[in-house]
């Protein structure tokens, strides 16, 4: 079954701070207030575009800004907006995105009431050396808090992790990951760190205090927090920023990528198939892949293939219908 959210952008709503990386009008790609008639529209051009039982299994999501720290009458109003909606079953809940220091038991009542279902948090890093330096304006302890008590009322819990911010190294990142399993959310996404123009770290990248890391060294950081995600049993949602909504057009350094989820999971290709080969001889191979993963095996432009050749071991990729993701079967050719 088709599964729609419709999306809204709160743009930069209720912030207390400015955070080093977010200019959340070139993120969003609109400038504009929505209002409570366009979130009504906006469900309602989404449930005539689909079947009952489509819409159904879908969910009207407030993204960007901080949701629940927006004005209150103006939050209660969207969300009365879209629980029209929920209430008459024409979608399954409302999604929102927050800080985690604009979670309280107050906050959580107040969600409850209005049929909010799925409540994610933007954490960010776990270090609160990190944090501080891209002026986040809360701890890891906030995060810790918060997820507990977004759990204690019964929300499905997502928490956002960033990678390559100013002052992060891979140490803590992968220390990052590690506490987000402890605490065990439904879902993350993973974005790492692009500079758009506009933000602190744009300006510390012009003065050189800042490097922001490339796409490479990205790809085989995020190899490793994906597997650590995946086999906690959390769903990721996401890795990297959506292409289109303004970032390109705003876009100064970092790790961009429209197509990163793919890139990372060749990478986790090539390295488990690296790891198999090491115990062979030099030699010619066959990597049995699931078929729907052979292009991840192969690696973009073939360079997974092509890195594998240059260390000795030459490899074609073949699909097989009954495999799990990321089992590779290497068969010598003889
Ligand atoms: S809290 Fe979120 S929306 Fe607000 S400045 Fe920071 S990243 Fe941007």
New binding site residues.
Partial sequence: MKHINVALFVV?KG?P???S??N?RSISGSQKEITPDEVRSAAETARKSLTAGEAAGGEIAFF???FTMIERGYMISLLEAAYEYVKKGVFKGIRIST?PDGISEEICSILKKYGVTAVEL?AQSLDDRVLELNE?GHTAQDVENAVALLKSFGFETGLQMMTGLYGSEDSDSLETARRIVAMKPDTVRIYPTVVIKGTRLYELMLTGEFIPKGIDETVELCAKIIPAFENAGIKIIRVGLHSGGGVEGDYAGGAYHPALRELCEGRIYYDIALGKLREKDCGSYVLAVNKKEISKMTGQKKQNLIKLQSLGYTCTVEGRDDMPKYEIAVIHKG
């Fill in positions: 930069h912030c701070h400015m955070c990386f977010c959340q960007g800004g901080s800080r933007g986040r």
